[in-house]
C-alpha cells in the first residue's frame, strides 16, 4: 500500500524532532500539524478499506461506549426516578466508569503516544 508508506514516511520524519526538547512554539506547533496530518491519513486509509476488520472495530468500540455513556448518565438515572416514583425502587446495575472513560479518550484521540511508541519502537 503506497498510501501506508507515505504516512509512514512522515511518521519517521515527525518522530526524530520529537524527541529533541525545543522552546520554540512555531517549531512545535508545526510537528503537531505533521503528526495530525499523518494520523488523518492513516485513518481515511482504515475507513476506507473494505475489510470488517479494519473498518469495522472503530464505529463499533464508539457505539459502544455512546451506549454505555447513555444509560450511565440519562438511562440509568432516570430510571432510577420513576421506578421510585412509581413505588418500585430497585438498583440498578452500575459499572467502572474509569475504564470507560479511558476507552472513550482513546477513540477521541488523546491516545496518540501509542503511535508514537510504536513508531520508535519501544513498544
Not at 491519513?41 to 479494519?54: A, H, P, R, T, Y
Not at 466508569?97 to 519502537?121: A, D, F, H, N, Q
Amino acid at each position: 500500500m503506497p498510501k501506508l508508506n507515505v504516512v509512514a514516511n512522515i511518521i519517521d520524519k515527525v518522530a526524530g524532532h520529537v524527541d529533541k526538547f525545543t522552546l520554540d512554539k512555531e517549531e512545535q506547533a508545526q510537528l503537531i500539524q505533521e503528526i495530525n496530518k499523518a494520523q488523518i491519513e492513516v485513518n481515511k486509509i482504515e475507513s476506507g478499506s473494505s475489510s470488517l476488520f479494519k473498518s469495522g472495530w472503530r464505529p463499533f468500540v464508539g457505539w459502544t461506549c455512546g451506549v454505555a455513556l447513555c444509560y450511565h448518565f440519562v438511562l440509568q438515572p432516570f430510571l432510577t426516578f420513576v421506578l421510585f416514583a412509581i413505588g418500585k425502587p430497585m438498583e440498578l446495575p452500575v459499572f467502572d466508569m474509569t475504564t470507560l472513560t479511558t476507552v472513550l479518550m482513546g477513540m477521541l484521540g488523546l491516545g496518540g503516544l501509542r503511535t508514537y511508541e510504536k513508531v520508535k519502537k519501544s513498544a
